[in-house]
């Protein structure tokens, strides 16, 4: 399933997020901010994609709130709260030329974001291939 492909590449690459420390040069800190925002697409694009192949109805939205409250719904993802808030701080991206939004975002992306993305994983794996 090519979304989940590419959901399984851009999580290998957001993994890289660990290797860098602040203080975070511009370039770094953009860098960092683009493996969440790019592994928080593919996880959204994907559930949507496998919700529809299971029959669930809500997957035909193009709306990612929707798409994340119908996987929580369905069981494939546990934390409806700390996916709302990856899709605030998804939605925050546009303004990480500002130092403090962008070092917040990568803050939550190892703290939480990552994990979160690791579980996803393991459930698509697990339950729904």
């Not at 590419?6 to 957001?14: I, S, V």
């Not at 991206?93 to 990552?114: G, P, T």
């Amino acid at each position: 399933m090519k979304k989940y492909d590419n959901f399984c590449a851009a999580l290998t690459n957001m993994k890289e997020i660990y290797n860098y420390e602040e203080p975070y040069d511009t370039v770094v800190l953009t860098g960092l901010v683009g493996l969440y925002e790019i592994c928080f697409e593919q996880s959204w694009k994907m559930m949507k994609e496998i919700l529809g192949v299971h029959g669930y109805e809500e997957s035909a939205t193009g709306s990612p709130k929707t798409i994340l409250k119908t996987a929580y719904q369905a069981g494939m993802i546990k934390d409806e709260a700390l996916w709302i808030r990856a899709l605030q701080e998804r939605n925050n991206v546009s303004h990480s030329y500002n130092k403090e939004i962008a070092l917040e975002i990568v803050r939550q992306a190892k703290d939480d974001f990552y994990q979160m993305f690791c579980e996803l994983e393991r459930e698509i794996e697990l339950r729904w291939l």
